[in-house]
């Protein structure tokens, strides 16, 4: 266990409407809005967490999913160590938008190897009872797409809500062992005279 806290950047994004500041709001301040008003651009939040024994300051940004809002949101992806693709459960459009977000993500992000980027799909408002949107069609969509992880959501009765932000921890710690793994494989290489080590990544 490392006693240093860990800076990480998670970044929210899905349609207008889907629920994507609730979310926030509702982990780091534990309010929920049902009036809330649209975001312009980006906002974000810090929360301080604790993960498997790892100790992480958690950078929520949450962007404006409004199409007319596309050039104020993108400059701010770069950096990201972590993409919560958000839909709303009562919306199927904005499931079938899920594709878009994440091209726009790598795109703007300039993520070098999206295949291995870690992307958690979050389908919200599952309080409501008139649902457009399937668990078994969301899971196959995550599995088909590079097997993310995916949760159910209720920003207004906080299901889920902290599931899915230590979630995003997990996927980036996991990234981290793996690249953290792969640099001590390459390390050894590197004093061995064997191919030994030099499998990984
Ligand atoms: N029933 C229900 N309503 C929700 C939930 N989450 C958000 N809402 C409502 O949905 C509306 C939109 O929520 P926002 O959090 O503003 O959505 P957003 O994704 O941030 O929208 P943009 O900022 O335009 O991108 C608000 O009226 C919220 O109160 C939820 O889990 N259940
Ligand atoms: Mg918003």
């Not at 929210?12 to 809005?33: A, C, I, P, Q």
């Not at 992806?77 to 993409?83: L, V, W």
């Amino acid at each position: 266990m490392s006693g240093k806290s860990l800076l990480l950047k998670v970044i929210l994004l899905g349609d207008g409407g889907v629920g994507k500041s609730s979310l926030m709001n509702r982990y780091v301040t534990n309010k929920f809005d049902s009036q809330a008003f649209h975001t312009i651009g980006v906002e974000f939040l810090n929360r301080d967490l604790e993960v498997d024994g790892r100790f992480v300051t958690l950078q929520i940004w949450d962007t404006a999913g409004q199409e007319r809002f596309k050039s104020l949101r993108t400059p701010f992806y770069r950096g990201a160590d972590c993409c919560l693709l958000t839909f709303s459960v009562d919306d199927r459009q904005s499931f079938e938008n899920l594709s878009n977000w994440q091209k726009e993500f790598v795109y703007y992000a300039d993520v070098k190897d999206p295949e291995h980027f870690p992307f958690v799909v979050l389908g919200n408002k599952i309080d409501k009872l008139e649902r457009q949107v399937s668990t078994e069609e969301a899971r196959a969509w995550c599995m088909e797409n590079g097997n993310y992880p995916y949760l159910e959501t209720s920003a207004k009765d906080d299901t889920n809500v902290t599931v899915a932000f230590e979630e995003a921890v997990r996927q980036v710690l996991a990234v981290e062992e793996q690249l953290e793994h792969c640099m001590l494989g390459h390390t050894v290489d590197l004093h061995s005279s064997s191919k030994s080590g030099s499998s990984c990544c």
